[in-house]
């Protein structure tokens, strides 16, 4: 337990360091890369690159503040697991792993961290071993995967350059700079859940509450975003930010209907954060960079807090999630109401909370911009829905009476609220903080109306929250699964694997136990089983020949001495 407590104040403090060397790398514009070759071989070399820069180390910062709070949260949340010091483990694998990637400016780096991510989220979402889990893992593994092929065969392209940074080189005099650039697209939409590979984001729910709280922030969502921050520049040719604007924006549509029609509240969670990751995509389609990356921070330090009270509400009452069991809990739990009502506002863009900062920006540059009238219809419906979901979650939670039976037994813990106190003021404090450090000097020009029309949309999305908190959708069956199966696509994903395990079974019985089996590798033992016994009969046989040819010749010339 004390090494448990010194682990997560050492990450405390390293994220704090490094987040004023962040600073001062913003402030004097400082970038560094370091790279060391390993190993070179007439025009390619492999070289170990590390890139720092301002974006990198306060992203790292944050990474390290949720992940120790997290920790310290994990303290009770995990406090009857047989398990714990593996899972503490995993935890922090998982963060070196995110860190590993952020500072990769090369691709073959890049694959290292990202396969981390990967694997280790597979490992964290199967954590309670049962039949669920092992779906929800096999679901969120296999996507996962896709993108993991893009980034191999991005390296294996990469080969024809002699080198894998791409800070480094032209990719635009060549064929090959628009195979590179879409399949680093199609990694960056598996990662981080984007349309047609949305599917595994709700099914990663099943990992324990503290790691959905720090997955769904600063890490294994957000590594898709991230790498499109970083090669942003590549989407400008050939019109792929188009396709990413129009991914983004469906995605951000279809999470937000879906979150609308569910009774899970970590589930509810999950959406939101599929539709701040589309919210995200579509910034960076039109080329806002630093916007993109001011969101990811403001969204991570919310939505971590978010996840904690779900997941503080879900320890209390025996594993519940279903939010029409809840109500009335502004009696029980104050503090922890208090905290999720931040977080919820944050999420909303309610005024100067931390995400007004950004979503008041992201809406007013977007008026600005020149977007089709398709797009930008589908930002204003998905901001309205992003208030009447979360508008109706809070009316299940505080507004109905009690119906569990269990709230006389209502209990706080006092690690879980620490954790949740620290990023509650962080979610206060860190948009006007960031803010005033990257658009101090942002000019805004547009009419009255289209400055108060954010005002208008937060009254729309209060009225269709409390429209959908009236409507009893779990009697419409078909509608109901319709949106909770995210359009059907996680039916459709789940018989396309289902199909892919039953083949494999298929090809284990009938390749690789019959035609492998006895012409492959058993063939080819029994082969050299015969030579080597046909060998060593030969050697011995000669062995046997040099000793009597010496036995003789000592004997000759014994004789004649």
């Given at each position: ?30 970038k ?34 949720i992940?120790s ?14 398990y ?18 952020i ?25 309670y ?46 064929y ?32 324990p ?11 294994l ?8 921050i ?14 990413l ?9 279809m999470a ?26 579509s ?25 904690m ?56 540059l ?23 979901y979360?508008?109706r ?5 505080i ?26 003021s ?6 006007s ?12 020009i ?6 108060f029309?954010?005002?208008?949309l ?19 069956y ?21 199909n ?35 060998y ?26």
């Open positions: 337990m004390l090494n448990l407590f010194v682990g997560s104040f050492m990450l405390l403090f390293n994220g704090s360091l490094i987040f004023f060397l962040g600073f001062s790398f913003y402030y004097f514009d400082l560094y890369l370091l790279e060391w070759e390993l190993y070179s071989f007439n025009s390619l070399t492999m070289n170990f690159v590390l890139y720092f820069d301002y974006m990198g180390l306060i992203f790292i910062s944050v990474v390290f503040l992940s709070m997290v920790m310290l949260y994990s303290v009770d949340y995990m406090s009857e697991d047989y714990i010091n593996r899972y503490y483990y995993l935890v922090l694998m998982f963060v070196f792993s995110m860190m590993f990637m500072l990769s400016p090369s691709v073959l780096s890049i694959l290292l961290g990202w396969d981390g991510l990967g694997l280790i989220s597979y490992c964290l979402v199967i954590y071993q049962n039949y669920s889990s092992y779906n929800s893992g096999i679901l969120t593994i296999m996507c996962n995967r896709i993108g993991d092929i893009g980034l191999i065969l991005s390296i294996g392209l990469l080969m024809f350059y002699g080198n894998w940074n791409i800070f480094l080189i032209n990719l635009f005099d060549h090959l700079y628009i195979i590179i650039i879409f399949l680093m697209l199609l990694s960056s939409l598996t990662k981080s859940a984007q349309i047609p590979f949305s599917s595994w984001l709700p099914a990663a729910m099943a990992a509450t503290p790691i959905s709280s720090l997955v769904h922030s600063s890490t969502v957000t590594a898709g975003v991230y790498l499109m970083r090669y942003n520049y590549l989407l400008d040719f050939f019109k792929f930010n188009e396709i604007l129009f991914l983004s924006s469906m995605t951000m549509f937000g209907l879906s979150a609308n029609f569910e009774y899970d509240m970590k589930k509810i969670i999950a959406l939101s954060t599929l539709s701040q990751l589309g919210l995200m995509m910034i960076l389609s039109l080329g806002y960079i630093k916007l993109a990356y001011f969101h990811l921070l403001i969204h991570a330090m919310f939505k971590s807090l978010l996840f009270c779900a997941g503080a509400l879900i320890h209390m009452t025996l594993n519940n999630q279903d939010i029409r069991y809840y109500g009335g809990l502004t009696l029980n739990l104050p503090y922890l109401i208090l905290c999720m009502l931040i977080s919820v506002f944050s999420l909303c863009g309610f005024f100067f909370m931390s995400g007004f900062y950004s979503k008041d920006l992201i809406m007013e977007m008026f600005m911009s020149k977007m089709n009238f398709f797009s930008i219809m589908l930002l204003i419906i998905s901001t309205v829905f992003t208030i009447s979360n508008f979650m809070i009316m299940y939670l507004y109905n009476y009690k119906n569990f039976y269990n709230f006389n037994f209502l209990m706080e813990f006092k690690y879980m609220n620490f954790s949740m106190f620290i990023l509650m962080f979610s206060l404090i860190m948009g903080i960031l803010y005033w450090m990257f658009f101090w000097d942002n000019v805004i547009l009419n009255i109306f289209m400055k029309f954010m005002i208008l937060l009254f729309l999305g209060l009225i269709l929250g409390f429209i959908m908190y009236k409507i009893k959708f779990y009697d419409f078909k509608l109901n699964l319709f949106f909770s199966s995210l359009w059907f696509m996680n039916i459709f994903y789940k018989n396309i694997y289902l892919l395990l039953f083949l494999s079974v298929y090809n284990y019985i009938l390749v690789e136990k019959f035609w492998f089996e006895i012409y492959g590798g058993k063939f080819f033992l029994v082969i050299f089983k015969n030579y080597i016994n046909f060593y009969l030969n050697l011995f046989n000669l062995m046997n020949l040099i000793k009597f040819i010496i036995f003789f010749i000592l004997i000759f010339l014994m004789m004649f001495n």
